[in-house]
């Protein structure tokens, strides 16, 4: 069996992740192509790394190419490299990533956009290992073991014609779908405490995630998935403090996330700009509630009288999560700052 010690997928020991790091023991050690699935942001990446440090060809090059980052032509040449004057501002012979990772591991990120004609030549490469560079005669022989990620659902690029049935069968061979953060809520607490420890010694800092903050970061949905929990605890060990993280949250708000907490004698230690947004936006909830108690929930003359739209109204009904029955305000809790 190999083992993928050492690598961030460690972190993700849960059931949802399972299936995912038992696939990476068993298909490191082959050379079949690899194809990752799943939404921005939840570690195809990391899986891919995973892999490829765990398969024989870990003492070569992993080399990424960002298919979404350029456009056809500029791909073209990135992944197999141009002849001296294959096209204007071409002055000398480039090799591309797919000779620059010989005996290693080419991953093509975002692999949904490669257009259409060059899946063409990706498909031969595939087929059978050769290619040439771009206005380039000779045919060069290639020994490189591909993975590619996409966070498209590719069988529907197929039936609209955007993708090549081929090529998806390809690159397919070994099918790894990442799930969604959401999906696995219960790796978020170890998943935080690492980012801490991380970034805590990036930053000479020793902060803590109190546990009803904590909780808070379970019950989001994520729409940014692990990049985006990894962003939030980074910022939060750079600014030294979790307060602005409940706007964050009520921005995209979890399907049953918790009211936010009142601002309590912690707040003294925010930035100016921080108390003055939360502040401002307690004093808007609280006016827009008496508002649509006055009004009974009429929220046409509610608008009026507040001098918004309608529209504007809605929006921050929901922004504030209002609901019609009367609701007593929350009692004032002390805040969950993070103590440095
Ligand atoms: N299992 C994990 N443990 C620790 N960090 C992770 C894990 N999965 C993803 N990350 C981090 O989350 C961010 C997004 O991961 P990435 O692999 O780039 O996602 P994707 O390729 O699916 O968009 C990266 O900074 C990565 O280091
Ligand atoms: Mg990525």
Known sequence: ??????SPLDVCTGPAMRAV???????????????????SGVGKEVVARAIHHASPRAGRPLLKVNCAALPGELLESELFGHARGAFTGAYRDKPGKFEQAQQGTILLDEIGE???????????????GEFARVGGERVLQTDVRVMAATNHDLEADIRGGRFREDLYYRLNVIAIHVPPLRERRDEIPALVAHFLKTAN???????????ALLRRLVAHTWPGNIRQLENIVKRMVV???AAWIEDE????PAASAPPAPVPGPAAAILGLKLIARRAARDAERLAITNMLERTHWNRTKAARLLQISYKALLYKIVECGLTEKPVA??????KNDVVA
């Open 1 to 6: 069996m190999v083992r993928v010690d050492g």
């Open 21 to 39: 790091r038992d696939l990476v023991t068993k298909v490191a050690a082959t050379n079949a192509a690899v194809l990752l699935t799943g939404e």
């Open 114 to 128: 490669v257009p259409l004609r060059l899946q063409a030549k990706l498909l031969h490469v595939l087929q059978d």
């Open 201 to 211: 010694a990036q930053y000479g800092r020793s902060l803590d995630v109190p546990p």
């Open 239 to 241: 600014l030294g403090s």
């Open 249 to 252: 949250l009520v921005a995209h």
């Open 329 to 334: 305000p929350a009692p004032p809790t002390p």
